[in-house]
């Protein structure tokens, strides 16, 4: 410890107290229930269900939604396929393009709204959803609005043609975010859509389905649903379903993937993550410790391509994890409508339920954990930025995805070591090199078998930049034009 | 199965142990001798293809495959799932080195395929008239299998410029789009064209920088057991591909589910395989491709058997 540099702290436990930055909440609108989307209007869910989605941070109920049944789906798929058939695959390209591209304005018109209801529904904080999730839901919008009569450039030789009604399936991890991701380059191709928002995080789809309405999307064309997973799995197994487009875990995608079998339904997944960031001791420290921070608790962690292992090279491990430790005691876990915090709320007891019951593993199996201190709130579902030190690669907490704010820290020695111990994972989503040597990147960037390479970056996301994963991470990419074949035939 | 492959299996001795008691008047005709010059032709052994050696199967059992008059012409390694394993373990000590050769090495490689193969013409055409073939479709089948290495061959350093992409993300960031082979790739080929079929799904496979690990048409192997004469020859690292010939409804489950194969090509129409074939890929999230018809040869099929990969860099002091 004595020739590593301490950062000058701080004592927020007992001598400072941060004043709270509160956003406010009396500007949004939220209807005490909400029905089911479909056809271009809000109907009743012939189920009769409705379920409660609460605020993680509070537990307190924000709205009651419906829970879509097999009829409803069918209902809905039958929707998609009239507009399908009659007016969106009759549409100039270009005309659809511009209703996509109104979608987009109208969401950054109404962005504060959306944020507010993205923090309150799941539990992220303010400042994540004020700057990353609703404008690059927006920016998804208007990439793919001009895709749209563009199509005929994007695979030479070939004459791309949409695929119908597609199935699409979300997490609760970037709400809006993933509605946009799945719900632009499906316009844009010609498709029409049912989308399933996830059981804990329906509220900003619903918004979203009200400004498809505003931007007086042909009815039809874009449906969307709420329900649980046999919701999900009723869209799955339909028969009017051309096309399964699904973000979640990797059990849950085998499961889909096995369910398709034998029909005619095209799909793309992108499922987990067990990402290793690696840090070589010719990284910019202070910047690399920054950029883990950001890898493993942007949004607590419930991110898929989280950088949730940390591999150091051994020479300078000692001052990465001590600098990361007093780095951690900074971070404000609490309210998520607080502009300053840094990790909010747990998405769901669920989830929590899980990530605990992997720090009791992680300690069981004789990992050393350490959590950062400081306070968190009576109500609502919490976790602490959590390191697991003195694990191998053979620990659960290090093979497994925990999806929350768990880091577990590995050491190497050489360049090789790095990359098989990276690489040594059913997953292959991204992964994460801190180096100030150029030649380094690109070799350790070449040998990292995962779709996303952050170099001296981590977690950063654009409409125009493809994502999705190797081995059991997922099929297919989403976003750019490498996101267009997902949603459409190659003639 | 077809008619005309009569199977038996041995457990006692290798295959070709026996083979004199069994009648092999098509056989001569691949290698004819001269009435004037009374000379017992010297007949090949069809052997397995895995890591760059010729061995029989490991099981010892063998099927027998007759020409179009019925007369057998060559007992095959009858490859179990064991030798399927041992073909992946190869391909996957191979995937390293070849998916990382440069696509200059792989193109240069793969026109040696070419130029090999044209060598062999002759025995190829031989080996298509025994089974059935007009002299003038066989000579047609391996001209096109010729013509179609030489065109993968030069694809090998260009589809990454077409298909690969600069991404104008809106923060300060330098961002790309490359591709990147998939893996071990099992691949069950075509019965029909069983040489032209066959080199023609190898091809855009290894012209990625995977490696492969591929049935032969059951119904007609001898070409595609023959072909791997010609891969040897080409300065094609061993492991890179690997070919068995045996039952598709024995080994089609194998091809499918094993752990350590990330993508597998169905060729055909049967239905209850193809189920099967997408069943088993869930087992670890394989890429599946079906090919219930023969495509001809577009860069896509290259594509099929891609990743991409995409890198952000900050841009700054």
Redesign the interface.
Known sequence: MSNVKHAIKLNYDTEWEYAPAPESTDHISLKDRYDLFIGGEFVAPKSGVYFDTINPANEKILASVAQAGAADVDRAVKAARGAYENVWSKMKPAERGKFIYRIARIIQERAREFAVIESMDGGKPIRESRDVDVPLAAAHFFYYAGWADKLDYAFPHKTPKPLGVAGQIIPWNFPLLMAAWKIAPALACGNTVVLKPAETTPLTAMKLAEVIQAADLPPGVVNIITGDGSTGASIVDHDGIDKIAFTGSTDVGKIIQRAVAGGDKKYTLELGGKAANIIFDDAPIDQAVEGVVNAIFFNQGHVCCAGSRLLVQESVAEEVVTKLKERMQTLIVGDPMDKNTDIGAINSAAQLERINAYLELGQKEGAAMYQAGGKTPKKGYWCRPTLFTDVSQSHRVVREEIFGPVLAIQTFRTLDEAVTKANNTQYGLSGGVWTDKGAKIFKVGQKIRAGVIWANTFNKFDPTSPFGGYKESGVGREGGLHGLSAYLNLH | MDKNIKTEERFAQPANVETASAPKTAKSKLRTSPASAPRLGVEKTYKLYINGKFPRTESGRYFAVTDAKGRIVANMCRASRKDFREAVVAARAAFSGWS?ASAYLRGQILYRVAEMLEGRSEQFVGELTTMGLSKRAAAQEVTAAIDCIVYYAGWTDKYQQ?FS?V?????S?F?F?IL?P??VVSTIAPQEKCLLGFVSEIAPIIAGGNTAVALASEENPLCAVSFAEVLHSSDVPPGVVNILSGFRDELTEQFASHMDV?AVIYNGED?NA???V??Q?????K?VIIRKKPAAP?P?QIMDVQ????????IGG
């Open positions: 990382s077409i992409s991404n104008p993300v809106a923060s960031h961002n789009s990147e998939t893996g990330n239905m193809i189920k099967l997408q069943e890929a869930a087992n670890n999230i890429r577009d896509y990743e991409t990969k995409t890198t952000w860099h900050p």
